[in-house]
């Protein structure tokens, strides 16, 4: 192989090991894709998740289970519900560990 051949080889898989390290979406792969309810009654909440940020999604997500398998709802967590929400699953978690 002559040197222009392997200098093409070489830029090659140089351009595709960089293209490899960049992210595919810029917000990542969130479970809400959209901002999401602002509120949801009390009576019809079955579960609630709270998803903080991570690698795959640099936003905080509040996704609600509603009873009888009408589905999930995501929450707006900017919304009043979601703040409350939110702050009553971290009061929980740090009860908790005060505890042990």
Same mark, same amino acid.
């Given at each position: 192989?002559?040197?222009?051949?392997?200098? !093409?080889? %070489?830029?090659?898989?140089?351009?595709?090991?960089?293209?490899?390290?960049?992210?595919?979406?810029?917000?990542?792969?969130?479970?809400?894709?959209? #901002?999401?309810?602002?509120?949801?009654?009390?009576?019809?909440?079955?579960?609630?998740? &709270?998803?903080? #940020?991570?690698?795959?999604?640099?936003?905080?997500?509040?996704? &609600?289970? %509603?009873?009888?398998?009408?589905?999930?709802?995501?929450?707006? !967590?900017?919304?009043?519900?979601?703040?409350?929400?939110?702050?009553?699953a971290e009061r929980r978690n740090f009860l908790k560990y005060q505890k042990v």
């Amino acid at each position: 192989m002559n040197m222009k051949g392997m200098a !093409t080889v %070489l830029a090659v898989i140089f351009c595709a090991t960089i293209v490899q390290g960049f992210p595919m979406f810029k917000g990542g792969r969130c479970l809400c894709t959209h #901002p999401g309810v602002k509120a949801v009654k009390v009576a019809d909440i079955e579960k609630v998740s &709270i998803i903080y #940020p991570s690698n795959s999604c640099d936003k905080t997500e509040v996704i &609600i289970t %509603l009873k009888t398998h009408k589905g999930q709802r995501c929450l707006n !967590t900017k919304s009043k519900q979601a703040k409350v929400i939110i702050k009553k699953a971290e009061r929980r978690n740090f009860l908790k560990y005060q505890k042990v």
